[in-house]
DNA sequence: CGAATGCTTGACGGTACTCAAAGATTGTGG
DNA sequence: CCACAATCTTTGAGTACCGTCAAGCATTCG
């Protein structure tokens, strides 16, 4: 049974619904850091909600360049998209090691006929993932680049925090340049001397594949990207 | 009663389902072109589908940059998104007439669970628009100027055409520079430039508010963008 | 006919990209 | 435990793409 139910983040299910939740999932599994979760170009069979771990959806273009679409978190629902549209969709891969639940596609329509409410939930989690897509997208087409990293900065830093992945005001992070510069649509040179910059501002700091956010009210401002009062979430 | 249900690009429903869409529609509206269906900062007490014209999806960065995240059709299903998060979410604009089917926000709960297979209709919607905003992630992220244009034109004739707007070649394309800036994340000018340089090569045509693709081949490879088989598309 | 809106062009500057190479860090095998 | 490889970070130099500014042109509308 999931463990991140205590998790105040999430929504408390009745026990019908768990129990609905529990013969849809079919196993669990874990990804090492690196390792792909879905495969870019070939259709998962499956459906995932991430147990623990950082992860990032994104895809490529055919000469290589690589857009990070959005990063994944405890409780994120993936392979929706997959389930409704033909032909390539975009990759999953792990950047910590993730542990999965795994739900057979097949047996989504079922859910929903049998559990409305979670039908429901799985929608509104689809919508959420698209209002975080449409942030990214803001990102990537308006801002420039020291907007952008402070945007992404206190973005990953929010949504750990939210599911309580904090610990004495650090989240882990397990990203490096290249992860920065393909989620904010910079080179990777140019990501660098961006947060070179940023940090001799002293607003953020990194030790050991950790992040600490020292002064969120200048990121926010520099980011022109603020936390939003957030409901808790459903979780499947 | 909706006239878009005979058309091929979206799959015929069931009497019984027919019937519910009707009574959770609550009527019709018309918003004249330049007007907003969705205030950016006031959540929509409604839902819609359109029903005729172009719209777009925008958010707005507090010094005024805009980023259009996605454009509107018939057959898509607005306001989602605002059901589920707090806050300020994105503006929708008409670009043409539009007229849209009008649902109230408080029924969809109740909508999902007397008639699921809708749920998951609804659901299969979220998640299409999901990819269309991760595609023109890409775009904004990791495409440059020839290449976004490429790509927005073959992508607005590509899906006006797939329900049934085009005649004799051409689709009505009621947008201006500056949405297509706005939407691909270039300044006015330089969308000016790379138009024009495009334009010079021959494989599109503008005319009077409407647009022919000439070498559709020719647009996709410069834009990396491939047409994908698609289902038909549930219609609410 | 004048105002408003949108399109086009040139000039110029700056942000960001590419290329290249030198540190720093981590991991691995002898 | 050290040597070496591999990966990641950092820096500099040079360039190009794209943004800003400014002004002229075209079209529409009242």
Redesign the interface.
């Known amino acids: 049974m999931c463990g991140l139910r205590g998790n105040p983040a999430f929504t408390p299910l009745p026990a019908e619904q768990l129990d609905a939740i529990e013969s849809f999932r079919s196993g669990a599994r874990t990804v090492e850091a690196g390792q792909a979760v879905i495969d870019e170009f070939r259709p998962s069979p499956q459906l995932f909600t991430v147990y623990s771990g950082w992860a990032f ?1 994104y ?1 490529t ?3 290589g ?3 990070i ?1 959005n990063f994944l978190l405890p409780g994120d629902f993936i392979g ?2 997959d ?8 990759g999953v891969e792990a950047a910590t090691t993730v542990t999965l639940c795994v739900f057979p596609r097949d047996k ?2 079922p859910l ?2 049998r559990q ?2 979670l ?2 939930d ?3 989690l ?6 975080m ?6 990102t ?4 420039n680049a020291m907007e952008r990293v402070a945007m992404l900065l206190m973005y990953l830093y929010r949504r750990a925090q939210r599911v309580g992945m904090e610990r004495d005001g650090w989240v882990e992070f397990p990203f490096n340049q290249q992860h920065i510069a ?1 989620a ?2 910079l080179s990777l040179v140019h990501t660098n001397k961006t947060l070179r910059r940023l940090q001799q501002l002293g607003l953020h700091e990194f030790d050991g594949g950790w992040l600490r956010i020292i002064d969120p009210k200048a990121l926010e401002t520099l980011g ?1 990207y603020f936390e ?4 808790p979430t459903p979780l499947i």
């Open positions: 959806r895809k273009l055919s000469d360049r690589r857009q679409l929706l998209q389930e409704f549209v033909d032909g390539q969709s975009h989504l329509w929903f006929h409305p409410r039908g429901y799985i929608t509104w689809a919508a959420r993932e698209e209002k897509v449409d942030d990214n997208l803001v990537a087409g308006r801002r393909d904010i649509g022109d939003r009062p957030l409901r």
